[in-house]
């Protein structure tokens, strides 16, 4: 199964107290998706020094990320290769345990051309809307968002840590063309405007990033003790 998606997406971050006044705002333009309240489960794949998010980071036209993606009481996970071109969004979705296909190969040759491997589990509690007019139109709230490096599987661990010690929510509003203007003009009201804020980046910023420069510092120091022995 290969499943192709494009689309416009804006992120914001909203303190509890923001998040709650905008629901009561919002609950009489929308519905639960399908789904509506679950648990999502990522696993992100990288280079071993990060690249692939340092290079999304640095603010290129082009991005791309790849992860497994396993959503609560599915049977199966997906593979995903996400890729963001001019403000638009391309993912593109297989079944992980998916063996041939146009999709599949192009994440082959990814993961071998860019040497990926596993590398953070992110974990978050969504709620995911439609708009009741025009169910194109998506916003979902993703609370508790939690990561760890240690355990690379969609199980809950203990020694999973939260992204924001302020219960903090991520909002995403996803849409196939422009937003509702109602929905512009209410956020503008509330003062929400959207930020460059990928949870991964995120916790690569705040959390993963010291790990890196330590590891490149002392490979620097180990080569140098090197250089000097040898000289």
């Known amino acids: 199964m290969e499943t192709i998606f494009k689309r416009y997406e804006k992120k ?13 705002m919002l609950k009489e333009h929308i519905v639960f998706d399908a789904f509506g309240q679950y648990t999502v489960r990522n696993i992100y794949w990288d280079t071993d020094d990060y690249a692939m998010i340092r290079q999304s980071l640095s603010g290129p036209a082009f991005k ?16 995903e290769l996400k890729i963001k071109f001019d403000h638009v969004v391309y993912k593109r979705r297989i079944v992980s ?8 190969a192009e994440i082959d040759h990814l993961i071998k051309n860019r040497k990926l491997e596993p ?19 998506r916003i979902t709230f993703d609370h508790r968002i939690r990561f760890q490096t240690d355990h690379l ?8 840590k939260l992204l924001f010690e302020d219960k903090k929510i991520v909002m995403e509003i996803k849409v ?3 937003m509702p203007y109602w929905l512009s003009r209410l956020l503008s009201s ?11 980046g995120m916790i690569y910023t705040n959390y993963l990033q010291k790990e890196v420069l330590c590891s490149q510092a002392s490979s620097r120091i180990q080569s140098l003790s090197h250089s000097s022995a040898s000289a």
């Open 12 to 24: 914001y971050i909203l303190a509890k107290q923001m998040y709650d006044q905008l629901m009561s």
């Open 64 to 79: 791309e990320k790849l992860r497994e993606r396993k959503y609560e009481n599915y049977p199966y996970s997906f593979m």
């Open 97 to 104: 345990s998916q063996k041939e296909g146009q999709i599949k």
């Open 119 to 137: 590398k953070v589990a992110i974990v978050y509690d969504r709620e995911a809307y439609v708009y009741a007019a025009d169910k194109t139109v």
């Open 153 to 160: 599987d969609f199980l809950p661990h203990e020694k999973e």
């Open 176 to 178: 196939e063309d422009a």
């Open 190 to 200: 509330l003062e929400i405007f959207p930020c460059s804020c990928s949870k991964y």
